[in-house]
């Protein structure tokens, strides 16, 4: 992805190489672990656990934080990010003028091993995930390794591009009221249609992706959507299950499949259009 020499955004903290990021929960690992399964990428049902996590959080204690210096290549990757974020500023903005409605910037942390958030404390094993209560991004950005070698990503720099887009779809879910609905939705029905709400919230958050990817064609390589299909096909839950636990539980999907990941960033890219990401009904919710 082209990147270089363009702008870089101002609401990105950069919190890596510091040991300890405040307090750090009991079990914490054990929460990082059921989010990587089950919640991967955050979404709705991780905003679900935000009540245990504040619960948890109450039992944490304070640890001294020290820094490290960041090498040239952890740089590199900050500046990398912090321009992708600045990208999606700048075509959220843009398309919500279109559309006549007022957009608020999201913040993004980097963070090493373990941060604070206002959903509670969370993991380098929880994955990147949104925060709706103080509306920010927290990555880890030693998950796209993982992402390569044990869940068979392609990589490459658009496999970041395409997560922190996806994590800012979230964020446009909060600012348009969809996350609220979906919450209050899901706390009127049983687990298996809450899931279905999951999945479909998940799917939109994809289709936002491809819509950002869209709007920014003039910065892409020739291997970019390729790089994003595979990020996207390796985190499906069936992909997940299948490697996990041998087997798929089709009820229990939050994210939807590896196609229908596919499917919606492709749709979201190849249309250009905000109105053409009604996953709901598509689904039959």
Known sequence: MKWKGNRQS???????????????????GIVGVIILLLNLFGGETGQMIVPVLEQMNQQSTEVQSEQRPLTEEEKVLGDFVETVFAYNEDTWQQIFSENNLDYRFPKMVL????????????????????????????????FFNELKTRFGAKGGDFAIAYVIAHEVGHH??????????????????????????????????????????????????????????????????????????????????????????????????????????????????
Not at 226 to 245: C, F, P, T
């Open 172 to 285: 446009v879910q909060t600012v348009l009221g969809t996350s609220d609905k979906v919450r209050q939705l899901q706390s009127r029905t049983n687990q298996t249609e809450a899931n279905k709400l999951s999945v479909a919230l998940e799917l939109q958050a994809d289709f936002y992706a491809g819509l950002w990817a869209k709007y920014n064609q003039k910065y892409l390589d020739p291997d970019d959507i390729d790089e994003a299909l595979s990020a996207a096909e390796a985190v499906g839950d069936d992909a997940i299950q299948k490697r996990m636990q041998g087997q798929v539980v089709p009820e229990s999907f939050t994210h939807g499949t590896s196609e229908q990941r596919k499917y919606w960033f492709l749709r979201g890219f190849n249309t250009g259009d905000i109105h053409q990401g009604d996953t709901f009904t598509e689904l039959g919710l």
């Open 111 to 142: 963070f090493t091993d373990a941060v604070q958030t206002a959903c509670g404390s969370a993991t380098a094993a929880s994955g990147p995930f949104y925060c709706p209560g103080d509306e920010k991004v927290y990555m880890d950005l030693s």
């Open 10 to 28: 101002d609401n990105v903290e950069d919190r890596r190489g510091m040991s300890g990021s405040g307090k750090i929960i009991a079990g914490g």
